[in-house]
């Protein structure tokens, strides 16, 4: 359809809490190319996670509403319309096309480092030497091969977010999504983390739109867009 | 790795949590078994009641008895086929806790009214010619290490004085429900003996046992047998044995149909226990379903993370108290006076639901996390902290 991965159409999104609206983005028109690294900055509360949920395919825009313009509130990721797939589709579109970093890791507690960078891939048919394949070569990757078998709790938060980057990239998606990814790090792992991103865009080809509060992490990034009043801007 | 890997460590998370949560399961389900075994001993002694049986006592209670001139007139009686009678003897064998039935019978027609005690046909002819010779039941044999030919003193109690019996005969069981551990005597030894202790108090007969032919005529024929005795100085009372011992045991009856009732309150414990414990555990996890969702996980893998968990638990703990009804119930049984419940074991049926509600709380306590869990929109399950 498009060299464009990303295309957000007149987005708007609006919470009610209790029957009180909150509007927290409108209008917001987007096109992220394909292999983009895209920075989103803005204040707190400005709606960064939000757009990223909706990229991402975890939350869904307004509905089209009483504006007869079909182009309102539409979210097109590689060609398809998120909107018009149910919750199960969108799920399984999910595993396919997404991969997750978020900023306080999200790994699950029971499992090892080898474990959880396996768990997209329960969802495949891959074979169990494929996927120990996949995950041998994630884990090499973020250079977490000697920690395999480490839990999470064994692990420093910069070690913890490079396995919930194996985890990311294991399925092999086109698009990376990451909120905050050095939020709850250091100077040093930030910079480890960011370079891992920095090399996922360029070696491995993957789009990547990041949140962040952090200026270096934003260097980084192509192209830096702020948020603001539930406005975008470059 | 599997789902089923992830389902059995989230059980490991909290050992301490999950290991308390089986004992309380098995707990319960042990309890449920042994209320459930006591319940179904005590209806085991009225389902082994024949109905064609009427037990024809005084009216007032069966601790009074009856003439023995009755014995001809309720023969006579359309519909009656059989006529004979027992006293209760009760008296002390060893020591007033060995207890189990110890009846005078008339000794000539006795066993033709109860077929489901099967004795060797030389031995009855040899119990009926010896007046002081007596039955015993099988378990009762087992028991004490009874053989034929051996006396048994018993210390009478209701009617004073010292016996002593040989016993002739030993009687099985026709049935597993079928009493064995009775001990039956001849009538008319006991009737000479008062006659010479306590004249004037011969004669007395505790209860008759009326065969009738036709078990669907057992009302007529009772209200025929007490209409002969209305007022007279003794009135009688007939019905069928199921009821005669069902009156015998009524005094307990409450206390039974508070334990029938408490056992099933127990399976609701259960639940509370165990949904307590899923309730908790979906909770603190929230988040990591929200993660899971995330990444391209169904619906149905949450239920069956959730379900599979609560499942594990409920059937651990149901097998480990299953496992330990047993031997409790043995236990129970052996701390019991001997003879106080003729059948005294864990049934099939409690043992299926047993196990079949360890099973329908596993499922209950996982409906409302896996409610909580897949209502739960991804954003904000990702927003709850911790
Ligand atoms: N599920 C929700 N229900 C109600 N309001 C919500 C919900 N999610 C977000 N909001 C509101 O929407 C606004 C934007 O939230 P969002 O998390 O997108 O901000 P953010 O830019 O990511 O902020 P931060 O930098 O603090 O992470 C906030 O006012 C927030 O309170
Ligand atoms: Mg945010």
Redesign the pocket.
């Known amino acids: 359809m498009s060299h464009q991965t990303i295309e957000l159409k007149n987005v708007s999104k609006t919470?009610m809490?209790d029957s009180l609206e909150?509007p927290?983005l409108s209008n917001i028109s987007l096109t992220v190319p394909e292999g983009e690294f895209l920075a989103l900055m803005?204040p707190?509360?400005?709606?960064?996670?939000?757009?990223l949920n909706l990229i991402a395919g975890i939350d869904r825009p307004d509905k089209k509403g009483s504006n007869r313009n079909p182009y309102v509130n539409q979210i097109i990721v590689h060609g398809t319309d998120l909107g018009t797939l149910g919750e199960s589709a969108l799920a399984a579109w999910r595993s396919r096309h997404m991969g997750f970093i978020f900023q306080f890791y999200n790994l699950l507690p029971v499992l090892t480092a080898y474990e959880n960078v396996e768990l997209p891939l329960l969802l495949t048919k891959l074979s169990r030497k494929e996927k120990r394949e996949h995950v041998e070569a994630a884990l090499n990757l973020v250079g977490l091969a000697d920690r395999m078998q480490h839990y999470p709790k064994q692990l420093s938060g910069g070690q913890e977010q490079r396995v919930a980057i194996a985890r990311a990239v294991v399925s092999d998606p086109t698009i990376i999504v990451a909120d905050?990814p050095t939020g709850d790090l250091d100077k040093v792992s930030a910079a480890e983390i960011m370079t891992l991103l920095e090399r996922l865009k360029s070696e491995y080809k993957k789009t990547i739109v990041m949140?962040t509060?952090d200026p270096r992490a934003a260097e980084k990034a192509h192209k830096v867009m702020h948020?603001e009043k539930g406005e975008l801007s470059s | 790795m599997r789902i089923r890997k992830l389902v059995f460590k989230n059980m490991m998370r909290h050992k301490l949590r999950s290991l308390l949560t089986v004992l309380g399961i098995a707990i319960a389900v042990m309890a449920f078994g042994l209320l459930r075994t006591v319940v179904n001993a005590w209806y085991a002694g009225v389902d082994a009641s024949s109905v064609n049986r009427l037990i024809t006592r005084h009216a007032v209670s069966f601790i009074f008895t009856l003439p023995l001139s009755y014995r001809d007139q309720i023969a006579r009686v359309p519909g009656v086929a059989n006529v004979t009678f027992a006293n209760w003897f009760q008296g002390v064998y060893i020591d007033p806790d060995q207890f189990f039935a110890r009846l005078a019978v008339d000794a000539d027609t006795y066993l033709d009214a109860y077929p489901e005690f099967i004795v060797e046909p030389q031995h009855l002819e040899t119990f009926k010619k010896e007046r002081s010779a007596c039955i015993i039941g099988e378990k009762i044999a087992q028991t004490y290490n009874l053989k034929l030919g051996d006396i048994m003193p018993v210390e009478g109690d209701i009617y004073p004085g010292s016996y002593e019996f040989v016993v002739r005969a030993i009687y099985k069981p026709r049935e597993k429900r079928t009493d064995a551990t009775q001990m039956l005597f001849h009538w008319k030894y006991l009737d000479e003996r008062i006659r010479q202790s306590q004249p004037g108090r011969e004669g007395k007969v505790g209860w008759y046992i009326v065969t009738i032919s036709d078990p669907t005529k057992a009302a007529q024929v009772s209200e025929a047998i007490d209409d002969l005795f209305a007022n007279s100085r003794a009135e009688t009372k007939s019905e069928t044995e199921a009821a005669f011992q069902q009156s015998f045991v009524s005094m307990s009856g409450a206390i039974i149909t508070a334990m029938n009732f408490i056992s099933f309150v127990i399976i609701g414990i259960i639940l509370l226990v165990l949904g307590n414990t899923m309730v908790m555990t979906a909770r603190e996890r929230m988040r990591e379903y929200a993660v899971l969702k995330t990444l391209g996980f169904t619906r149905g893998h949450i239920i069956g993370l959730i379900a599979g968990e609560s499942l594990l638990i409920s059937i651990i703990g149901g097998a480990v108290g299953l496992f330990f009804t047993f031997p409790t119930t043995e236990a129970f049984a052996a701390a019991l006076p001997s003879g106080w419940f003729p059948v005294f074991e864990v049934a099939p049926t409690t043992i299926v639901l047993s196990a079949s509600s360890a099973v329908l709380v596993g499922v209950l306590a996982a409906l409302f996390p896996i409610w909580r869990a897949t209502s739960m929109?991804i954003?904000?399950g990702l927003?709850q902290v911790g």
């Open positions: 919470y809490r909150i927290v803005g707190s509360g400005s709606g960064k996670t939000t757009l905050e949140v509060h948020l | 929109k954003v904000d927003r």
